[in-house]
């Protein structure tokens, strides 16, 4: 992966608030203009990690949407800010996993849905996982969410086999 | 020196030196001092060298498994066990668990285990899995570092415990995998995190107590360094502020320099030794200078943490060659001329020979394959550079680059020295790798590294090794080539055999003279964890090791763990080939004839 776009970015516009940062690596990465991120575009909290309902019952306040789904610009720019953010730091280039796990296998400890993705993010997890969401904002995390879906998933997943 | 030092220094003195059978005083043992393994490295010398001998190079072709107990914890299981009497103590990985075996009884029995509350995020600050390195036995305690950032002691006899201290923070990347040592009432620690930007340092604990005695930095301010002014003498540098003036940019408030490897002690000179790991961040353009004392060796006295001299193996590191690994002491002849050496296999690729007493280096030669450096000046200590395998920001990708940043030897993996052959044994890793750094920018709780680097087979055509090493003259005296990275530690006996493990599962004895294969028996999961032997109750000897692939390997060969199925991972090159031999495991064996 080729780092110097964000570095450009990061030398020309060099700021010390940690959101105006990542504002501007949005803006940076991406071709149009994204709202502002802030703490207060942070939804209600759904710190729970089961997936198994009682009852049927829905849990209130589980229906996030990523406005950006499927947007390739804005994954673009998720790739900057997953380097920026220093998330390949522990998860690798590209998010093929390091000292914590691939992002990039289709599979997920903790959901793999937008909302779920989102909220491992955003309120971390435990064994180590930073929670970003006050860091980052409710933009850039969704930024992050929408790049980590477009990564493809490799071929012959579950299967490794030595043929020799 | 702080009023506290003060105190500290005047207790220091009051203190009788410690002795060579405690256990027996602590009512402990029947055991004598060589049927035991009291502190990680054998002896505070470091060798792993035993004298026992039941076990030698005319019998060990007999040796077999006889006991193996699962700890129930997957994960890199390095360090070793201790024997204490009658007794014999295995930490685990994170969750660190401490259990004590009863060797008097069949089937080895619990006396009792400990299971410590420990911070599972711990397990995401530690850079490289959740290891640990082991325990230290002093004054009926068990001594060890709980991997969130905490030193206990444990009632040797009980289980209790006795004390539990933080040391380290958790929040500002700090991790606690290495084995302390106790030196008389002074418990040393230090901490992981040269990934994380930390502020490197060492502390002296009380034994008794816990409490922090002395804290001294690996880099910073003099003052914060341990350094008074008439007591610090570098062999090779000159001058105040060495700390902070070899530091562009201020940056060593971030400048890593960890503590996470092994330590040794001469009771002569008063001085313990240790070395330091990388600095931070790896764009070596971020921190212009010398980084020092970053990727060296340091000598304080126990008492009271002051620094008496440091020698740096990698000034200015731009390949993440830590310095971690074990200074094993040893009193050499030398071009004709006795030498209290200090002897150091090193992730840059060289085997280093100092004097102990100045921290100048006598003899320094490749014992793995490099191309960073031509070779290192005696005159002044420095490498002497080769400028097409500089890294940097502004250097983009450098290819090519041996050994990798996984080091000639991992600083995980100690060696051995016997007095009997005058030979050191260490395990080589023969890997080279592509090198790319970017601009890393400081996030408190999240990594500063910033690097791309693949790893790429060695030349020669094999991966990794098992070698016998002359530290007086700098040269090889036998070598067994592997399949794979060799990431066991070593152990060499009086019965001249000495003892591995290799990355895929085999644990075998060789003729120390020869380097001939004995035996070897494939246990449950790649070794990673350092060879001891002991003499039990029945009067036997025996030698154990875990099983338990992990460490570095956690991260590089994702491919061998099979208990998450949300993560799955690719083979990575040049070990495609490792999950087809070995998975995850945590396994204590035993071994006898």
């Known amino acids: 992966m080729d780092f110097r776009p964000v570095r450009e970015c990061l030398a020309v516009r060099r700021q010390s608030a940690l959101l105006i940062l990542v504002g501007l690596l949005l803006s940076c990465g991406s071709p149009h203009p994204t709202q502002q991120p802030s703490a207060s575009a942070a939804p209600p909290a759904v710190a729970y990690e089961a997936h198994v309902v009682a009852g049927d019952a829905p849990i209130p306040g589980g229906s996030l949407r990523n406005p950006h789904a499927g947007d390739p610009a804005v994954a673009r720019s998720g790739a900057l800010l997953f380097t920026a953010m220093n998330c390949d730091g522990c998860h690798q280039d590209q998010g093929v996993g390091w000292v914590g796990p691939n992002l990039g296998d289709g599979r997920w400890r903790y959901g793999g849905a937008d909302a779920e993705v989102f909220n491992s993010i955003f309120y971390g997890r435990p064994r180590g996982m930073p929670a970003f969401g006050a860091a980052l904002g409710a933009e850039g995390v969704w930024t992050l969410v929408t790049y980590l879906r477009s990564l493809p998933a490799p071929p012959d997943l579950p299967t490794e086999s030595w043929q020799n | 020196m702080s009023r506290m030092a003060h105190i500290a220094a005047l207790a220091w003195l009051a203190v009788v030196p410690v002795c060579a059978t405690c256990a027996q005083a602590a009512g402990q043992s029947t055991n004598d001092a060589e049927g035991q393994w009291t502190m990680p490295s054998k002896d505070y010398a470091a060798t792993r060298f035993s004298t026992l001998g039941q076990i030698n190079r005319q019998n060990a072709r007999a040796l077999h498994p006889v006991w193996t107990f699962s700890t129930g914890v997957l994960g890199g299981h390095e360090g070793q066990p201790l024997v204490i009497g009658d007794t014999m103590y295995v930490v685990t990985p994170w969750p660190n668990v401490l259990y004590a075996f009863d060797l008097t009884r069949e089937g080895y029995p619990l006396r009792w285990k400990y299971r410590p509350e420990v911070s599972s995020n711990a397990i995401g600050v530690a850079c490289c899995d959740s290891v640990n390195r082991g325990a230290f036995y002093a004054d009926g305690k068990i001594v060890y570092n709980l991997l969130d950032g905490h030193t206990v002691a444990v009632d040797a006899h009980t289980g209790r415990e006795v004390w539990k201290v933080q040391i380290a923070d958790l929040g500002n990347g700090e991790t606690t995998t290495m084995a302390p040592l106790v030196v008389h009432d002074r418990v040393i620690v230090g901490a992981a995190g040269g990934e994380f930007g930390i502020y490197g340092w060492v502390k002296g604990l009380d034994l008794a107590s816990g409490r922090t005695l002395w804290s001294a930095r690996n880099l910073g301010p003099d003052e914060e360094m341990g350094i008074r002014a008439d007591t610090f003498r570098p062999p090779y540098d000159r001058g105040a502020s060495l700390g902070t003036e070899s530091w562009g940019n201020e940056s060593w408030r971030t400048g890593g320099a960890p503590v996470w490897g092994w330590m040794s002690y001469d009771p002569e000179l008063d001085l313990i030794y240790y070395g330091t790991g990388n600095p931070s961040p790896y764009n070596a353009e971020q921190r212009p200078g010398d980084n020092k004392w970053s990727a060296s060796v340091l000598a304080r006295k126990p008492g009271d943490g002051t620094l008496v001299w440091a020698y740096q193996f990698t000034p200015h590191d731009s390949w993440d060659y830590d310095a971690t690994g074990a200074m094993v002491l040893a009193d050499l002849t030398v071009a004709g001329k006795p030498l ?204 154990a090791v875990y099983a338990g692939l992990g460490g570095d390997w956690a991260l590089l060969a994702g491919d061998t763990r099979s208990d998450d199925p949300s993560d799955v991972r690719a083979p990575a090159e040049p070990t495609t080939e490792i999950a087809r031999h070995t998975s995850m495991g945590g396994i204590v064996w035993i071994f006898a004839l």
């Open chain 2, 340 to 543: 209290k050496a200090l002897v150091h296999f090193d992730k840059n690729g060289f085997a280093y020979t100092l004097d102990r007493a100045t921290g100048r280096v006598v003899v320094a030669q490749p014992f793995a394959p490099l191309n960073w450096a031509q070779s290192i000046d005696l005159q002044s200590g420095r490498p002497v550079l080769n400028a097409a395998r500089q890294t940097g920001v502004s250097l983009g990708n450098v290819k090519g680059i041996c050994p990798s940043l996984e080091g000639g030897v991992s600083p995980a993996s100690p060696p051995a020295y016997s007095p009997r052959t005058h030979l050191f044994y260490t395990s080589t890793s023969n890997m080279c790798m592509d090198y790319q750094v970017r601009h890393a920018r400081h996030l408190k709780g999240t990594p500063f590294v910033g690097v791309i680097s693949p790893y790429i087979a060695g030349p020669g055509g094999y991966l990794g090794s098992f070698l016998a090493w002359d530290a007086a003259s700098g040269r090889k005296v036998w070598e067994n080539k592997e399949q794979f990275p060799n990431w066991s530690g070593a152990l060499v006996t009086a019965g001249d055999v000495v003892f591995y493990g290799t990355l895929d599962g085999w644990f075998k004895s060789a003729d120390a003279r020869t380097g001939e294969v004995l035996s070897k028996f494939k246990v449950g999961s790649g070794i990673v964890g350092n060879p001891i032997t002991y003499r039990a109750p029945d009067g036997r000897q025996y030698v």
